[in-house]
């Protein structure tokens, strides 16, 4: 046997081992379904570099991991769905084209490079009711996953995901799916991050064309306000408003802030 012979078995359990520890050193980041539409909740002490973003109309687009990875997935995925809207309809970029498109990106880069994505990615689609949202989280090998109410990646992402099941239902309304998002993200005992360290947006089936909304200052705070007021159910007994456009609005500017990374650490 050759000298510094490996199977190609070992070689795919050290990319996937190397993937998952660069992503579990990053924060988490929740996504899940309220009354009208999708939450998406990540702490992020960035102002420039966002983990949550708008793809297109009613698409929207949240990660964990290396930042400048999932960055060239989101702008990928911008220039895939403004070619697909042009070019045939709107109507036509979906979250599941979009998620194929990640899942086949990401599934040749682990098997054909020596190092493997570190990004973890979540596309969600707001549909005209709750029955037509989609939630879809991918990992680093391009594996797929059809999430229904709630998903969780990056951190402690197991243990973010029971907490928030434990406190999530159907129907819940912003500040109830915020609370609900926060208490997840908070280790027991752990202190929350302030209000200038959350990166919040929501998919509003309700609002007219562009169903993205990011939400901030005194808006973000009074639906933390009306969550403290009016605290989440557990399971078992269960302002300033800024759009971000689909291209170059959404784009950071230079320089990494917090443990958002131009490493890993995002």
């Known amino acids: 046997m050759p000298f510094g012979y490996a199977s190609p078995e070992q070689i795919m359990r050290d990319k996937a081992d190397y993937a998952r ?35 297109y109309d009613r698409i929207g687009f949240a990660a964990v991991g290396r ?22 309809d709107r109507t036509d970029v979906t979250a599941r084209g979009l998620a194929n498109l990640y899942a086949q990106s990401l599934g040749q880069i682990f098997t054909e490079s020596i190092k493997s994505m570190e990004v973890e990615v979540v596309v ?24 229904h109410g709630t998903a969780a990646m990056g951190g402690q992402a197991e243990a973010v995901g029971t907490r928030l ?17 926060l208490v997840a993200l908070t280790e027991p ?37 009306q969550a403290g007021a009016a605290p989440a159910e557990p399971a078992s007994a269960s302002g300033t408003v800024s759009e971000t456009g689909s291209g ?4 950071p500017a230079t320089g990494p802030e917090g443990d958002i990374d131009t490493g890993s650490g995002a």
Do not use: C, W
């Open 21 to 55: 520890k660069g992503i579990a050193r990053g924060r988490s980041v929740v996504v899940l379904q309220y009354e009208h539409g999708i939450l998406f909740v990540a702490p992020n002490p960035s102002r420039a570099l966002h983990k949550i973003s708008e793809i």
């Open 67 to 88: 930042y400048n990875e999932f960055e060239a997935l989101r702008l990928g995925g911008i220039r895939y769905a403004d070619i697909n809207g042009y070019t045939y």
């Open 124 to 147: 969600a689609e707001v549909g005209d009711t709750p029955e037509g949202d989609a939630i879809y989280r991918l990992t680093f090998d391009g594996s797929v996953f059809d999430e």
């Open 165 to 181: 099941k434990e406190r999530y239902r159907d129907g819940m309304v912003l500040a109830e799916a915020l609370e609900t998002a």
């Open 189 to 225: 005992g752990g202190e929350r991050p302030p209000v200038n360290q959350l990166e919040v947006a929501v998919l509003d089936r309700n609002r007219p064309h562009r169903k993205f909304q990011r939400l901030s200052g005194p808006r973000l705070e009074q639906l933390l306000s």
């Open 248 to 251: 170059a609005a959404d784009t």
